[in-house]
């Protein structure tokens, strides 16, 4: 699902219109001294797309969730057929269609998975699996692990924060 997630993103960004989504709002540079009084939670499609690169999604709900919140800050800125507004409401419903034509995106989920922790800083191991262990420590793809999320050392124990897909 995380491919699909891209793609649909991609698609966004090379909407011929969506170029305007693509980077936060420049509240400064278009003297829009209200922006934040009137929109809370701003996001952009550029966010997104470093958000999903991250891996800082924990399902495509949640991709979906922000995906739908650059096109509804717009819309609810910016008057009803304002060019922001009328774009805005197009590429939500060209999102929808993309989102939910792909076939039952429901059983697969991405989810931050702990599996991987419990490494000493001496390079002993004590996860029950080395081999997917020592694979996501150097950032490779095996049995599921798609991408280490972060290192952290403390206490003498390296811990390593990996992303799998899994099916429900």
């Not at 999903?52 to 800050?73: E, M």
């Not at 034509?101 to 390079?123: A, C, E, L, M, W």
Request: proline residues 5%.
């Amino acid at each position: 699902m995380l491919k699909i997630c891209v793609q649909i993103l991609t698609k966004l960004m090379k909407h011929k219109h969506g170029y305007i989504f693509n980077s936060p709002v420049d509240v400064v540079g278009m003297g829009l001294h209200d922006y934040y009084d009137i929109i809370k939670n701003p996001m952009d499609l550029g966010t997104v797309k470093s958000k999903l690169n991250k891996i800082l999604y924990d399902s495509p709900a949640d991709f979906a969730a922000d995906v739908r919140l650059t096109f509804k800050n717009a819309m609810t800125y910016n008057p009803e057929g304002h060019d922001a507004y009328v774009i805005g409401e197009q590429l939500l419903i060209r999102f929808e269609e993309l989102f939910h034509d792909h076939p039952d995106p429901s059983p697969i989920h991405i989810r931050r998975h702990y599996k991987v922790r419990g490494i000493r800083s001496d390079g002993r191991n004590s996860s029950e699996d080395p081999t997917v262990t020592d694979a996501c420590m150097k950032g490779e793809e095996i049995r599921g692990c798609t991408d280490v999320k972060k290192n952290e050392e403390s206490e003498g124990l390296l811990k390593v924060f990996a992303w799998k897909v899994e099916t429900r």
